[in-house]
């Protein structure tokens, strides 16, 4: 099992930026990605970012794609930390936004079928004028 800690979100107007950041803790973590999955009211969960944590590659919704970036660090055997920047942020961007877990997978199988087995608390991020 993994442990994820989630921090970052806010209010931020159009056009803005905002940093969320994932505390990742657990065993086996090379064999994990890690990704930020968001919900926004009456809309299913979806992954916009996702990252695979041996190697770094990452996937990125259309959505997304050129205005999030997804990176990480390696703190220990056991500790990942995990950053999603969001520049030019827009009113539809506005979701709680979810760091997630998901083992032996790929950065875009997780993103894409959403194979995730561990979820964070959440955080909003509200994107208004």
């Known amino acids: 099992q993994v442990q994820l800690v989630e921090s970052g979100g806010g209010l931020v107007q159009p056009g803005g930026s905002l940093r969320l950041s994932c505390a990742v803790s657990?065993?086996?973590?090379?064999?994990?990605?890690i990704g930020w999955f968001r919900q926004a009211p009456g809309k299913e969960r979806e992954g916009t970012s996702c990252?695979?944590?041996?190697?770094?590659?990452?996937?990125?919704?259309d959505s997304v794609k050129g205005r999030f970036t997804i990176s990480r660090v390696n703190a220990n055997s056991t500790a990942y930390l995990v950053s999603l920047q969001m520049n030019s942020l827009k009113v539809e961007d506005t979701a709680i936004y979810f760091c997630?877990?998901?083992?032996?997978?790929?950065?875009?199988?997780?993103?894409?079928?959403?194979?995730?087995?561990?979820w964070g608390q959440g955080t909003q991020v509200t994107v208004s004028s």
């Open positions: 997630a877990a998901s083992g032996w997978t790929t950065a875009r199988n997780m993103c894409i079928i959403n194979t995730v087995t561990d």
């Open positions: 657990g065993y086996s973590l090379d064999y994990y990605a």
């Open positions: 990252i695979s944590l041996d190697d770094a590659v990452a996937h990125y919704a």
